[in-house]
């Protein structure tokens, strides 16, 4: 099961895709605190996926849940068709190559340089010849957007932007068929941000990866996001094209996207 | 469709190459994905060196009907050897019966790799190259010390002259810390080595049957050499690496940068409250050390040496001269100064990353040590030529 590909379908046709994600009455609780009550949840092959949510309705945690960093108190969780909290070690460090992610700071290797820590991946996975590290490694930094230079520099060097696009790079590295990405935008000038909304269209178009991000951006919603789900209460509270959870009667639903029609209103105004 | 006798084939089959009237094809099948590079690898080879140079040189066409699968390393791999070994380039080759998909991969992967520059590999530099920057990392590392010393004088000029500046929230907190939790410890292995010394002593005395001048050894080398030395590398290694790891974490976090946003000074919130610790603190653990250490010798006088207690303190009393034990609390204060300097110096020093956290900390604790016992052999010669 976990050797074959599950991003195989037919050409062309990006509606149809096998289930990649699929949350099944994850319940978490932190002692009294209950986070995710039953929540069920499928991710098909080929999405771009955003995850949004008020503070504290356990967005990050959903992601920490599903790449196997934290286990949920109930409920099963599978990603590329394996139980994450049941799979015995080997069939999990199959399924590890076949994702990646970008964590909300980079979490790079701060003793490392950014080419070095692209190379992590590659050299560790003992699947890439020699000749190849270095090209690829600069492959995936011209792929994250990075320029060539940045490849010699440390972390501490970068900027923000910099930073979340190396660990792109880093988290690319092994032709992941999902990637993760907390808060890919947070902290970011609109440019820059908009850039990175580029980015994840392309990766998700152009290499057929599945793209989960969880987000506060609203305009990388607008921009690029197929579809919404909506986080509240525990439980998935909106999901579908950005029209459908729009048109939703959630009222934390609504009250966020008034927020932007109302600065969209005073901007316009002016 | 033409109808090519097929050349070359590679063992696995990923890629053959036809000839065909208008150039050569190079056929590619199977699943072209980065767990099998190795393979792809030697598929290419075999593509290329079966038929020397001939076949591939002319490549003009990519048909990829028979491809199960595309990625982008594989598609840097095929590039790699078209330009290398076919000396094609890649975007100007013909793409027949590609899936969308694996045409748009192979695409955007010859354009990305087309004027990729690799990283370049780090610079090495020859025995004496490295040994001038040693040295030179060294004096800057020395001349960095004294500045920042400086500043902490000047810093705590300004306090006496404001005293209500002082945190003494925070230096009582540090004391704490510093001094109380490290009672037990420096008790601990001042009383073991005073027992160790006096055994040793005694073992030579015994020889004279001068039992009792293993009081007057034990005294002296507790109180002037040996309490303040082994109290001030435990401090070296408890509170100055402390320092350094707190100091570079806060750093790191832009804790301090908070801290000079909101107009407070980082010298006088977090250095100065550490380092005056530090130096209130060490005379009392010496002099804890020097009761434990004579009370660790008075134990095996005891026992081993036929002297009883009482002997011992009356002994005790002609025999320690005041000025050793006040000598040994004098020190006590400056190599508090010096493990203070450097920890906190090395926390507020270097680069912002883990690295340099796990560098400083473990730098911290051999300078500290190192300059500690410099120190000490200072005094010693200092003090012997005012006759002390």
Known sequence: MSGQAVTARPAGDRSVGAPVIELRGVSTRFGTQVVHDGLDLTIRAGELVAIIGGSGTGKSVLLREIVGLQRPTAGTVRLLGTDIWQAPEAELAAVRRRFGMMFQDGALFSSLTVAANVEVPLRESGLVPESLVAPLVALRLAQAGLPPDAGGKMPSQLSGGMRKRAAIARALALEPEVLFLDEPTSGLDPITARAFDRLLAGLCEDLGITVVVVTHDLDTLLSVAQRVVVLGAGRVAGDGTLAEVMAGDDPWIREYFSSRKMADANTSSR | ?388
């Open chain 2, 1 to 388: 469709m033409f109808q090519g006798s097929p050349a070359l084939v590679s063992p696995s089959q990923s890629c053959l190459i036809e000839e065909a009237p208008q150039g050569g094809v190079l056929r590619l099948s199977g699943a072209w994905r980065l767990a099998r590079l190795h393979e792809l690898d030697e598929a290419l080879g075999h593509c290329a060196a079966g038929g020397g140079p001939g076949p591939a040189a002319g490549l003009r066409v990519i048909d990829g009907a028979a491809l199960a699968a595309l990625d982008t390393a594989s598609a840097l791999q095929l590039c790699r050897w078209l330009r290398g070994v076919a000396g094609a380039d890649p975007g100007a080759l013909v793409l027949q019966g590609f899936d969308p998909h694996h045409e748009r991969i192979f695409r955007q992967v010859a354009e990305a790799s087309a004027g990729l520059a690799e990283v370049p590999a780090d610079r090495r530099y020859g025995a004496l190259a490295q040994l001038g920057a040693a040295a030179q990392e060294l004096g800057a590392m020395l001349v960095g010390h004294l500045s920042f010393f400086g500043m902490v004088v000047s810093e705590s000029v300004r306090v006496l002259r404001a005293p209500q500046r002082l945190r003494v929230r925070e230096l009582v907190t540090q004391a704490s810390r510093v001094c109380i939790s490290a009672v037990p410890v420096v008790a601990l292995v001042t009383a073991l080595i005073g027992l160790v010394f006096a055994y040793l002593l005694g073992l030579q005395a015994e020889q004279f049957g001068a039992n009792i001048f293993v009081v007057d050894g034990v005294a002296l080398g507790m109180t002037r050499e040996f309490s303040p030395l082994i109290v001030a590398t435990i401090v070296a290694g408890r509170s100055g690496a402390a320092f350094a790891a707190q100091l570079g974490t806060m750093r790191l976090n832009e804790e301090t940068d908070a801290i000079s946003v909101l107009g407070l000074s980082t010298a006088q919130v977090l250095i100065l409250p550490r380092i005056l610790a530090l130096v209130l603190s060490l005379p009392l653990l010496v002099f804890v050390g020097d009761v434990a250490g004579l009370a660790g010798a008075a134990l095996i006088a005891d026992t081993m040496l036929d002297i009883t207690p009482s002997t011992f303190i009356a002994r005790l009393h002609d025999a320690l001269a005041l000025k050793h034990v006040v000598i040994g609390l004098v020190k006590a204060p400056v190599f508090a100064l010096l493990v203070g300097v450097i920890g906190c110096r090395m926390g507020m020093s270097g680069d912002r990353d883990t690295r340099t956290i796990g560098a400083h900390t473990t730098s911290t604790v051999v300078q500290a040590i190192v300059g500690v016992i410099v120190l000490d052999a200072l005094f010693a010669v200092v003090l012997q030529e005012l006759g002390l």
